[in-house]
């Protein structure tokens, strides 16, 4: 039982770089959420996706792009990667919003340099 | 705008002594609440939630919180911790928005 993956684990950039952050779900889940944690400042929401052709900006959307082409997968895109987008990124997945766990992954941690 | 508070950003606590992680929420709307737990370099995980019902709810490794709706808080307890629960904790609250808002968490500390 995968879960919730991600991919890769670990990663350093170049500034202006671009790069794609994979996440994938084999617990076919509605909702699929990217959040950024940085220290002090908790888990932040980017995007979300309430299903496969439909999603929304989050809290702080600006320099990320993402698409929902299937039930099981939701990639973040970084367009050109800058040092302040320097963070561990979780994508997180429920059975729908609302009452539901989020079920989260293991996270990415990007440097950007 | 919708926010939650968490204002200890780190508390220690010496073993098997009882502690008590804050949250507390903007909103009078109806809400759902969930803390989650974040071990070092490893994603979150549910602790316990509410949806409704009884205010008092029990959640995973001996951990509890109480909905208290006039004071909108959903603060964590544990009577009596141990080394395993250093641990970074999350409250998190959806307020019926299709999106799940996060304080910024509190990190614990066991003394032995």
């Known amino acids: 039982n995968a879960g919730v993956t991600q991919t890769p684990k670990f990663q350093v950039l170049k500034t202006g770089q671009s790069m794609t952050l994979q996440c994938a779900q084999d617990?076919?889940?509605?909702?699929m959420s990217w959040y950024r944690q940085d220290p002090g400042m908790g888990l932040r929401l980017i995007h979300y996706s309430v299903g496969a052709g439909i999603t929304d900006q989050g809290e702080v959307p600006n320099g990320y792009n993402v698409s929902r082409s299937t039930t099981e997968d939701f990639p973040l895109r970084l367009l050109s990667a800058a040092p302040s987008q320097t963070s561990v990124y979780f994508c997180?997945?429920?059975?729908?919003?609302?009452?539901?766990?989020?079920?989260f992954g293991q996270g990415t941690r990007l440097t950007v340099v | 705008a919708q926010s939650v508070t968490q204002l200890d950003s780190q508390v220690p606590v010496f073993e098997e002594a009882p502690v008590e992680l804050r949250c507390n929420y903007s909103s009078s709307v109806s809400v759902y609440l969930f803390w989650y737990v974040q071990y070092p370099n490893q994603g979150l995980q549910l602790l316990l939630k509410y949806l409704s019902g009884s205010t008092l709810v029990k959640g995973i490794n001996g951990f509890e919180a109480e909905f208290n709706k006039s004071q909108t808080s959903f603060h964590l307890r544990k009577p009596s911790v141990h080394i395993s629960d250093t641990a970074e904790y999350f409250c998190?609250?959806?307020?019926?928005?299709?999106?799940?808002?996060f304080g910024t968490g509190t990190r614990l500390t066991i003394i032995p």
């Open positions: 617990m076919n889940h509605e909702y």
């Open positions: 998190a609250v959806y307020f019926g928005n299709e999106k799940l808002t």
């Open positions: 997180a997945s429920s059975y729908r919003q609302g009452g539901t766990e989020a079920f």
